[in-house]
C-alpha cells in the first residue's frame, strides 16, 4: 500500500520510485496494477453519489 500511495502521490518513473524503496521496477509495476484494480473493483460499495432529483430550469 506503501508503494502505491508513493506512486499516486507523486506519479513519476517507477524505477526511481522502486530504487528509492529498495525494490524493483517491475515490483511497482506489478503493486500499482494490483492495488488500483482492488480499489476500482470495491468502488462500488464506497462510492455513492446522490440521487435527489434537483428541478430544472424551464
Known amino acids: 500500500m506503501k508503494l502505491?500511495?508513493?506512486y499516486l502521490g507523486d506519479?513519476?518513473?517507477q524505477q526511481g520510485i522502486g530504487q528509492?524503496?529498495?525494490i524493483s521496477q517491475a515490483t511497482v509495476?506489478?503493486?500499482v496494477d494490483r492495488v488500483v484494480n482492488s480499489i476500482?473493483?470495491?468502488s462500488n460499495e464506497w462510492i455513492t453519489f446522490?440521487?435527489?432529483n434537483v428541478p430544472t430550469m424551464n
Open 4 to 6: 502505491c500511495l508513493r
Open 29 to 31: 509495476s506489478r503493486t
Open 11 to 13: 506519479p513519476g518513473y
Open 50 to 52: 446522490p440521487t435527489i
Open 20 to 22: 528509492e524503496l529498495g
Open 40 to 42: 476500482v473493483a470495491q
